[in-house]
């Protein structure tokens, strides 16, 4: 358990100020715009910002207090993956990874050994090359690897896969995943992309201005994580769904979210596996009476239970079906011919759903 009670100004152009405990397992997923404060509250973390006032205590032992550092930082077990990845440039990657293996004092249950790292995050062809010679991707994952093998106590990371390509993004984060399921460590994950955090996380903070604006359970927190997207195209609903059916001759899979289904491309899951889904708002339509000899296989019904303008155009109108939430955006327009209100039962035509991950 990781907690903070910090302050910390910078130049008087800005504040952090913020009070948080960081559980033990799970990945904390913190959001925000740029210079919302997310790098410098894991430098304050790691014992890098000297001006910082107040408490950080990790399993009861103060690391700081006041204003005073009471654990070097190296002696913090922490693992980091900074924005840049900070290689060292004369050593080999694999000498990168095991750098910092030799301060470990321990190896906590369920961390990952050099040979999962090395095969999970495919460096095998890369080992025996040198930073310059790596892409700027590449010369993330050795960052991210080395980070997971150095860690006893904590793992940092600011934007670990900003510089990776989409599908080994997706394989890498549904390891990390896995992985922080068994490591029971505080682990905070800072990503511009929602849909990362939607992936990856247990919990969700929200910064802005230096604070803590919404902090808890992921689930609960998506439905309003849409008000501090940047843009609005990129909102969309998390959903957890179980499968319940598989349909070979159409390649279909049957998912329950509640008392209503939905069918997706064929998962390779069997049946009682939970899995999260993401419905992207801008391919949710909506009527008020149930469509008819319509092509799109996934329709539902919910009533309405928020309605929020994006711009003097469109608007995100949040509907309820059972106990999950689903996202549309539609325009100004359509809104005012359909006459949609708050409690207003309504059909939803869902065109697309994405499959984020194996587990909830
Ligand atoms: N060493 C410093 N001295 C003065 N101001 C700083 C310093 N480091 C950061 N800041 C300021 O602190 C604020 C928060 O910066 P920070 O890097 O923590 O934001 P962020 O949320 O991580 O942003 P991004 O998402 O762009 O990485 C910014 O206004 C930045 O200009």
Redesign the pocket.
């Known amino acids: 358990m990781l907690q903070l009670d910090i302050k910390l100004d ?2 008087q ?2 504040t952090l100020d913020l009070s948080y405990t960081f559980q033990s397992g799970g990945i904390t997923g913190i959001f ?1 715009p ?7 509250l894991l430098n304050c973390i790691a014992g890098l910002e000297p001006e910082l006032n107040g408490a950080v205590i990790y399993n009861n032992c103060y690391w700081h207090n006041q204003q005073q550092a009471l654990t070097k930082n190296y002696l913090r077990g922490l693992g980091y993956v900074f ?1 840049q990845p900070r290689l060292f440039p004369h050593l080999d990657c694999l000498a990168n990874l095991t750098f910092s293996q030799r301060w470990r004092s321990s190896i906590s249950t369920g961390s990952p050994d050099i040979d999962e790292v090395i095969h999970e995050l495919g460096l095998s062809p890369l080992l025996s090359l040198y930073p310059n010679q790596l892409s700027g991707g590449q010369r993330q994952k050795v960052a991210l690897g080395r980070a997971l093998l150095s860690a006893e106590s904590v793992l940092l990371m600011d934007e670990p896969l900003s510089a990776v390509d989409q599908q080994s993004k997706q394989q890498i984060t549904a390891w990390l995943y896995q992985l922080s399921q068994r490591w029971p460590i505080p682990w905070l994950y ?1 990503s ?1 992309e929602i849909n990362e955090l939607y992936r990856i996380a247990r919990e969700l903070v929200v ?1 802005s201005s230096g604070q803590i604006q919404l902090a808890g359970d992921l689930l609960t927190l998506s439905q309003q994580a849409h008000q501090f997207l940047s843009s609005p195209a990129d909102a969309g609903a998390l959903l957890v769904g179980t499968v319940v059916n598989h349909d070979d001759h159409y390649g279909l899979t049957q998912l329950d979210i509640g008392p209503q289904s939905l069918l997706v491309e064929r998962l390779p899951f069997n049946c009682g596996c939970p899995v999260r889904l993401q419905v992207p708002a801008r391919d949710v339509s909506l009527s008020l009476a149930r469509p008819e000899g319509s092509s799109i296989l996934n329709i539902l019904h919910g009533t309405i239970t928020e309605l929020t303008p994006l711009s003097s155009h469109s608007v995100l109108v949040q509907v309820t079906c059972g106990e999950q939430h689903i996202l549309s955006r539609i325009t100004q327009k359509s809104k005012d011919q359909l006459k949609l209100c708050n409690g207003m039962p309504v059909y939803l035509q869902v065109k697309s759903i994405a499959l984020l991950n194996q587990t909830v």
């Open positions: 910078h130049q152009n800005f925000g740029s210079g919302s404060g997310k790098s410098t924005q800072v511009h910064m």
